[in-house]
């Protein structure tokens, strides 16, 4: 199976599961969102789930400059631009960021569920109730088959519009 079906079969896994969960109120509808911020989240993207978003901003008009600096910005202020911590044989902290699609409160994010990255999918609150972030996971088989080569969400999204050939000023 291809990586794009493979994801693809994922995502759809994914959504069946958020959906019984969320029958369960085990959903993240009344959380004040915590865990996609610098407080919690170190999400990481392959080029693939890149493409995906960039595809979904550009065809409904919201990949513009001001998007684009957005990432920029916390790049710059999360220092995802930097080597994560290490001794050289392992890395003992990714840095932590606040997602760019991160809406604030329990608006959560802007990026609907055949758009939003798999990690973020399959990250819910492990009981019902949650406010603040305090019981939540992955689901443990999406994190094994994580792939080595992720980035945070910015800077896989401005290295997907390098790869694209579209400098990040154009005019979008």
Not at 61 to 89: C, F, K, M, N
Not at 98 to 113: D, E, I, V
Request: aromatic share 6%; glycine share 8%.
């Amino acid at each position: 199976m291809d990586a794009s079906r493979s994801q693809s079969v994922t995502r759809i896994a994914l959504i069946e599961a958020m959906a019984h969960l969320k029958q369960q109120r085990r959903d993240c509808s009344h959380c004040s969102g915590v865990c996609c911020t610098f407080v919690f989240n170190s999400m990481q993207i392959t080029a693939s789930e890149a493409e995906t978003i960039l595809e979904y901003l550009t065809r409904e008009g919201l990949l513009t400059l001001e998007a684009v600096q957005s990432w920029r910005d916390t790049i710059e202020r999360s220092g995802l631009d930097r080597p994560p911590l290490s001794d050289g044989r392992r890395v003992f902290s990714r840095r932590r960021y606040t997602c760019p699609f991160f809406q604030g409160g329990n608006l959560g994010c802007s990026l609907g569920p055949e758009t939003k990255p798999l990690g973020c999918l399959a990250y819910n609150p492990l009981k019902a109730g949650v406010t603040e972030g305090e019981a939540c996971g992955s689901d443990a088989t999406r994190e094994s088959e994580a792939p080595p080569e992720s980035w945070p969400i910015p800077v896989a999204l401005l290295r997907g519009l390098e790869e694209r050939g579209t400098p990040a000023e154009a005019g979008f």
